[in-house]
């Protein structure tokens, strides 16, 4: 999808069309003058951090998204990561959004659908609950798929720790 096909606005029931055409247009407009695309990343644990820190060292802006960001203590991330609420985060996102989110706290991601339309959702995730495969409900990111039908919902990295993230393919050494 194009950055002008972008510039439709995210509706969300709750928020006036106006409010909501300002608000991506402005998000927009940052990210096109910064040159990379931004990347939403829902979520604010360690896989969130790291992957924060590769996408900043590789010049896109990340987003991180929170259920609740005034929790969060200063320097938790890396300086120039934007510390924002779910919805600034996936608004803000211009493709892609990697969701870091474990399934207990899929409700909070209920209201983002429309937001996330047309977008790429990279399920990171490995956590089923039970440690050996998907539950009678699938995967998480079957899961995903069927809450985020108007979205592209991918499974990636899944096989990619916190630590590898952050340290690099050198930064470790097999025991």
Known sequence: MSV???RA??????TPEEEVEEEVEVL????EARGHPSVGILGSGDFS???AARLLASGHRALVGSRDPS???GGLFPEGAEVVSQREAVLGAERVVFAAVFPEHYHSLAGLREALAGKV???VSNADGSGRGPGPEGSNAQRLAR?????HVVKGFNVVSAWALQTGAHGWQQA
């Open 121 to 123: 959702l990279v399920d």
């Open 71 to 73: 929790r969060l203590p």
């Open 49 to 51: 951090r790291s992957l």
């Open 147 to 151: 809450m985020f039908p108007q979205s």
């Open 4 to 6: 002008g096909g972008m």
């Open 9 to 14: 606005p995210l509706l969300c029931e709750s």
């Open 28 to 31: 927009h407009n940052q990210q």
